[in-house]
Nanobody
Framework: QVQLVESGGGLVQAGGSLRLSCAAS????????MGWYRQAPGKQRELVAA???????NYADSTKGRFTISRDTAKNTVYLQMNSLEPEDTAVYYC?????????????WGKGTLVTVSS
């Protein structure tokens, strides 16, 4: 089991920045992939950014160059730095931990944090 707690959401004007944090209940080295997803009203949940236990990063096309995923292994925390925010970035942002066990992928989710970008 992995518990995830997000923080850092809020209201920001377009062009502004926010940093989200996701604290995990266990070493993030034991988690194969940690990622940030978001879900806007009426839309499906989508991947925003992810980082593997080896440090490889992946981003959605819509966030490349604006968002950065990073981690602090000593704090078992993953961050999402969001710059040049746009109203289209408004969504609930969820932290995800994907753990591979015996060939199965176990997904754990945080409760989400709301990001609202005003125009």
């Amino acid at each position: 089991q992995v518990q995830l707690v997000e923080s850092g959401g809020g209201l920001v004007q377009a062009g502004g920045s926010l940093r989200l944090s996701c604290a995990a209940s266990k070493s993030i080295f034991s988690i194969n992939v940690m990622g940030w997803y978001r879900q806007a009203p009426g839309k499906q949940r989508e991947l925003v950014a992810a980082i593997t236990s080896g440090g490889t990063r992946n981003y959605a096309d819509s966030t490349k160059g604006r968002f950065t995923i990073s981690r602090d292994t000593a704090k078992n925390t993953v961050y999402l730095q969001m710059n040049s925010l746009e109203p289209e970035d408004t969504a609930v942002y969820y932290c995800n931990a994907a753990v591979v066990r015996n060939g199965d992928v176990l997904n754990y989710w945080g409760k989400g944090t709301l990001v609202t970008v005003s125009s």
